[in-house]
């Protein structure tokens, strides 16, 4: 039998040896559970276990990892102008300088990259890491997998989450992005999956699962707008309250969205995760006492 600290909410040090103390004195104290598995698995149940809530990788419908340079100082700049300006000189370097500063990989080599002219049409602003936007130079020779499908997918304008398969930690478990992701574009190690909303192959098409949206028409008595759905996840699952109560589970499994059953709730859900979308994303302008750095 397995009892879980985490759900006698014990999540510190301090809580879990106050538990444990507890359970010695009165071992009714903690709740025990069958689990039926083999070896080490015995001793960890799966992820979201007696949860009935889908992950956000059932909820959408497609899913890939962000771009991957492998020569990020090079192929990525913080403006514009030091792109330009890299890649002027970097054209002017005799061969050998100019392998040396493109890092030179499995799949890309200098030699394809400096045969084809330069585009200053193929700097684009993307997300790189969370609140940190770089200009990528996005071309084929200079990225080592551009995930073309995501590209066209993205078109000119399109938002996405990204979480984490496992492994979330501390802080949000989730973030939006409207520019297109870095493969790290959810933190600064480990590739996350992204979630595009919108789906440009038809008309206000998106990626959001017809039984999930069915399901919360049922609940609400009418079909929720996409966006809404969209925002109250990024809502419900970037409060830190959600990756402490359920870190246990979020070691080893994708989020899983709490739906709210009241249609109020979910409005209100959604409105806070517009608010967040135009954080994360950079929609709105950030305050004056953010745009300085020490």
């Not at 493109?102 to 890491?129: H, M, N, V």
Request: with cysteine; hydrophobic share 45%.
């Amino acid at each position: 039998d397995y009892a879980d600290a985490w759900a006698e909410r014990a999540f510190t040090r301090r809580d879990k040896l106050d538990l444990a103390t507890a359970a010695s004195i009165d071992p009714a104290r903690l709740t025990y559970r069958r689990i039926d598995d083999t070896g080490l698995g015995r001793f960890k149940p799966r992820g979201f276990l007696d949860r009935d809530w889908p992950s956000v990788a059932e909820v959408f419908t497609y899913k890939s990892n962000g771009i991957v340079t492998y020569r990020d100082d090079f192929s990525y700049a913080t403006t514009r102008v030091k792109m330009q300006d890299r890649m002027l000189a970097w054209r002017q370097l005799d061969a050998v300088d100019a392998v040396r500063e493109f890092k030179e990989t499995r799949d890309r080599k200098a030699g394809p990259a400096l045969a084809i002219p330069y585009r200053e049409a193929a700097i684009e602003q993307t997300s790189y890491r969370p609140l940190d936007r770089r200009f990528l130079y996005n071309e084929r020779e200079f990225v080592d997998f551009p995930k073309a499908e995501l590209q066209a997918i993205w078109g000119q304008s399109n938002a996405a989450l990204m979480v984490l398969p496992s492994g979330t930690g501390a802080g949000p478990a989730i973030w939006a992005h409207s520019l297109k992701p870095d493969q790290h574009a959810f933190r600064g190690s480990y590739g996350g999956w992204i979630f595009p909303l919108h789906n440009p192959a038809e008309a206000d098409a998106h990626f959001i699962d017809a039984g999930v949206m069915a399901g919360l028409a049922e609940a609400f008595g009418a079909m929720p707008d996409p966006q809404a759905v969209f925002d109250s996840i990024l809502a419900l699952l970037s409060a830190r309250s959600y990756t402490t109560i359920f870190a246990h589970d979020l070691e080893d499994d994708f989020p899983h969205i709490p739906f709210p059953a009241a249609r109020d709730d979910f409005a209100e859900a959604a409105r806070i995760g517009a608010r967040i979308r135009a954080i994360e994303g950079f929609t709105v302008a950030p305050d004056a006492a953010y745009c300085t750095a020490r």
